[in-house]
């Protein structure tokens, strides 16, 4: 399969680097390959078309079409010049511009600049100057290629074609590679239908979890559900879908909904594990009895909400999404500036935090909490994008799931000492083990935020 790789590129050597740096899944290519009668060396060249290609021509670094046609001189030494090539060169007058380039071997022609003028009859036909035929090794019944940029065209030995499949047609130039409109058609297609096969696998787990977090068996579902949701929401929002999009409505309202049990579990459980040794062993118990009074009350509203939240219609919608919005999304996404500005954001929130001097402020931990959250994004999109793409992005992910995971502790403490707070009002008789509690947790939170290094 190597030498096959090879044999296709030995002639471009940046797709031949791209060949060595290619982290190629050949699962994908048996499931995809298999139903369409392309080679495995064009699957190849779909991811480097949908991470180079499909973005180079939204950013301009397509900035034209590309005129490809074969012509062969006749025994006059002329050819005939295309009506799309006459037109592209918006020709003032009834002559163009030729000049000869010894080292690149060929023929430069313009409708104005420096060189010789030659004239252009009614049918389209320009004289080749017998120099240059014999300069360049050309003969009546020669065929040449004509090639046309913008308002600038070349003749050569032979005419540039679609790096893939060969053909001459809608020749777009990227990155010094020519490749033709139907196949960066059909790269970004099969990007697409990978971008959505991954992205409809996360939403049937969404799915699932939300319709097991209802029935309360396990509060890991509601963990997890609330994990799928966030990941989808990220995930949409990272590919384009604005805030306001229904899509994004509705998984934003679950999540919030499934936030308050959460938490309400976190809480219970980290307590729970406190009371089994701890000299406030039975405050901590009372604090987990009027915890699960509010649990039950926030699990009674999840009940009533989400299943009108996420249900049939917002199924049909991710549907309509999956199917009519993600190609455009795919095919408009610019993944490095995106990821650019989710770093220079992500680097923002650092330096804000390290500019706050008391860093177990409210504002300090606030500050620290919008750092981890943009973490969490951020380990997301990379974890997803290496999914999706060739080039290997786990170490990023790897990076910043360990940022996240480090101050995970510091937050739930800062909600803890809050929560504390607020149950501690409906404690009869234990106010002062209210405040020796906090007070305990309050020193555990300092000595966790002097460890903070970003």
Sequence with gaps: MKRQFKKHFSHNSELKCFFYRLHFHYDFYKKWGSTTPISLSFWVFTFHVRENICNLTLKGSVTVKIISVTRIID???????????????????????????????????????RGKEVPIDESGRIPISPDYMNKLGWETGTEIGLFMQGEEGVLQGNAPSCVICGSNQALLLVKKTHVCEDCIHTGTEASAEKWSAVLNDLFQEYKQYCEAAVTFTNTEDVHKARTKGRRLRTLIQFIGIKKEHPLYKCLKEAHDILGKVREDDVFIDAFDKEAENNQY????RK?????????????????QKLPHIIDDEFSARWKTFSQDELKDCVYKLDIETALQKYEKEFSERVIKYQKIKDKKSDKGLDSLHSVRKKAKKLRYIYNFLDLVQSIDYSRKSRQYKKIQKDYGDIIDLRDWINETGSLGEDIQDDHDDVKKVRKQLNQRLKRLVKQVEL
Aim: proline share 2%.
């Design 75 to 113: 025994d006059m030494g002329r050819i005939v010049l295309p009506s799309n090539a006459r037109k592209a060169l918006n020709l003032e007058e009834d002559y163009l511009i030729m000049r000869i380039d010894n080292k690149k071997h060929h023929i430069k022609f313009s409708s104005s600049g």
């Design 281 to 284: 062993s039975e405050l901590y």
């Design 287 to 303: 604090f987990i009895q009027k915890a699960e009074e509010e649990r039950e009350e926030h699990r009674n509203e999840l009940k």
